[in-house]
């Protein structure tokens, strides 16, 4: 019996190019360093009352406030977000269910791009009682021009070194075969980090002091962004 012969559809494509048209692989790599476009601030604002409408109300009190201060800040904030809220009854030692206290608790994300205000509202939040100040966490927005730049630098790069591998063997490139996005991240910290690198809070107990305090000299962070793409060529028959 005679075994049929496949076809030329089905025959298997050649993934390393023929002496006619050698292939070249090889991958390109860009890796950047920029200044930060945003910075983001987690408030954290705490009230508590000996009951539940006392506590809500107080949370309510200092929840404006924190909002009122950063709205005073017009353009330079971005974007301003209500988070987690809660309302937690707080049980006395013993025996029973007997609450002995409510604690409120509500955060706030504000996202600001104007870095020369950003050292002066993270003093005042901070100032306030019963709050709490995370960050900042500089980043760069998803659409940032630093992504574009990352991505057109590692394809030069590649195209580069395909160029310099068919120079050393005396030939030259013929045509791109593939361009392959094989990830391109910004090495940025998450939103929320574990352990920020910076944490401020305001006085737990007591009034704030009369005196406003002096804004902090925030320095932004550099973003580092990267980017990596795999490339495939065909070259001129090299005279080996």
């Known amino acids: 019996m005679t075994t049929p012969q496949p076809t030329p559809a089905q025959e298997p494509a050649v993934p390393y190019g023929t002496p006619d048209a050698p292939r070249i692989a090889v991958r390109g790599e860009a890796r950047l360093e920029v200044d930060p476009e945003i910075a983001r601030l987690g408030i954290t604002v705490t009230a508590r009352g000996k009951d539940r409408r006392a506590a809500l109300d107080d949370l309510t009190r200092r929840n404006t406030l924190a909002l009122d201060l950063i709205k005073t800040y017009g353009e330079a904030v971005e974007k301003v977000e209500t988070g987690s809220f809660s309302i937690t009854p707080q049980l006395k030692e013993g025996r029973g269910e007997r609450i002995h206290a409510y604690h409120g608790r509500v955060h706030i994300t504000a996202e600001l791009t104007d870095f020369t ?113 795999n490339a495939r060529f065909t070259m001129a028959p090299p005279q080996l």
């Open 117 to 229: 205000a950003l050292g002066e509202l993270t003093t005042r939040l901070a100032d306030l009682d019963l709050t709490q100040v995370t960050g900042p966490w500089w980043a760069l927005r998803p659409n940032s021009p630093a992504h574009r730049q990352a991505r057109q630098q590692a394809v030069r790069e590649a195209v580069q070194r395909a160029r310099e591998y068919a120079e050393a063997l005396g030939t030259s490139l013929a045509a791109l075969v593939e361009l392959a996005d094989i990830g391109a991240e910004n090495t940025q910290p998450p939103a929320y980090p574990a352990n920020p690198g910076s944490r401020m809070r305001s006085a737990a107990y007591g009034a704030a002091e009369d005196t406003t305090a002096a804004p902090l000299d925030l320095e932004p962070q550099r973003q580092r962004v990267y980017a990596q793409v």
